[in-house]
């Protein structure tokens, strides 16, 4: 049972344009929300998260936006740089603190 | 800031060997997780530890993987008798419990294949 779904697995996007990468749970005891990005043969870098107490966090030019009716969490990423091609995971954690991850999305930045 | 430190980076066995992974967490964390990835997969749970204390292991952690974390700082991922099935990316992390909302630093992984 799949509980972080991202089911978008890749997304090509110009340089300088909005890159939209969305998430989408199933278990409602989730109550923390993070974003990581990876590169090939790296572990998992922490980019950006969000409490479920909130809709939004900006951190510079990414943002991460929490719709809890939903159960839906979407990062954009304004305006895009071809460093950020990478795979991007969405993680979520509840009442027992491990991270549930997503199957990721790879998203190249061209110019 | 040394990070979170995992040796050997790469490690390629025989089916039905033993192998054992080491991991070096940040040193002021108490807990450190062990996790797994695959190709086209997310990191899969396999186990954490607050401490010493080994406080979850999922299902998918069969009898024939252990893990142990003797003294509270760096923890030893062992395989038994090896599978191609285990072939993977076996990531560590680390994180500070009581620092508020938990971040997960991961290190580079150990990738093993087996042959």
């Known amino acids: 049972d799949q509980q972080v779904k991202q089911n978008s697995p890749s997304l090509s996007v110009q340089e300088g344009r909005i890159s939209i990468l969305n998430c989408d749970y199933t278990n409602s005891m989730f109550d923390y929300f993070l974003w990581y990005k990876k590169y090939p043969a790296e572990g998992p870098t922490f980019l950006i998260s969000?409490?479920?107490?909130?809709d939004k966090n900006e951190d510079g030019r990414f943002t991460v936006f929490l719709n809890k009716s939903a159960k839906h969490l979407s990062l954009h990423i304004v305006p895009s740089q071809p460093g950020d091609s990478a795979v991007y995971f969405c993680a979520a954690s509840g009442d027992t603190d491990k991270l549930i991850f997503g199957t990721g999305t790879r998203l190249q930045v061209f110019p | 800031d040394t990070g979170v430190s995992q040796d050997p980076r790469h490690k390629i066995t025989k089916r039905g060997q033993n192998v054992t992974f080491r991991c070096d967490p940040i040193s002021e964390h108490n807990r450190l997780y062990w996790y797994r990835q695959t190709l086209g997969q997310g990191p899969e749970f396999l186990t954490y530890?607050?401490?010493?204390?080994?406080?979850?292991k999922s299902r998918l952690l069969s009898d024939r993987f252990s893990a142990e974390r003797p003294k509270g700082s760096f923890s030893t991922l062992e395989i038994q008798r090896t599978e191609q099935g285990d072939s993977a990316m076996y990531l560590c992390?680390?994180?500070?419990?009581?620092?508020?909302?938990?971040?997960?630093?991961f290190g580079s992984g150990t990738q093993l294949s087996v042959l």
């Open positions: 530890f607050q401490n010493e204390a080994q406080l979850e």
């Open positions: 992390a680390s994180s500070l419990r009581g620092a508020g909302e938990e971040k997960l630093f």
């Open positions: 969000i409490s479920s107490i909130k």
